[in-house]
């Protein structure tokens, strides 16, 4: 059975930074790519970052390129999401997913099979 946990998030002061992990257990960890995608209240939820299992190419939405970063651990199952400069807009319940999209589509969220329950990142003013 496999398995998508978050953690991380917190409440931070406008400017801050955080770190989000999230954990994928009961696949070949290696061979799948993970997402980052946020929704905050009241909005749709919207792609934050993915990297690619096929060499490790990173993407990232419009709105957090250059201030977040996506990496993984292939040896510890595990994905992070540093965040930077955050501003109060960044709020948002922060979800991790798995899958196996192609370069092209690893934005979408419905390509990806599994997620976790959720982490809350909330930016004060």
């Known amino acids: 059975q496999v398995q998508v946990a978050e953690s991380g998030g917190g409440l931070v002061q406008a400017g801050g930074s955080l770190r989000l992990s999230c954990t994928a257990s009961?696949?070949?960890?290696?061979?799948?790519?993970m997402g980052w995608f946020r929704q905050a209240l009241g909005q749709e939820r919207e792609f934050v970052a993915a990297i690619h299992w096929r060499g490790a190419t990173t993407y990232a939405g419009d709105s957090v390129k250059g201030r977040f970063t996506i990496s993984r651990d292939n040896a510890k199952n595990t994905v992070y999401l540093q965040m930077n400069s955050l501003k109060p807009e960044d709020t948002a319940v922060y979800y991790c997913?798995?899958?196996?999209?192609?370069?092209?589509?690893?934005?979408?969220?419905?390509?990806?099979?599994?997620w976790g329950q959720g982490t809350q990142v909330t930016v004060s003013s």
């Open positions: 997913a798995t899958g196996r999209p192609a370069l092209s589509r690893v934005a979408i969220d419905s390509v990806y099979n599994y």
């Open positions: 009961g696949l070949t960890f290696s061979i799948y790519s």
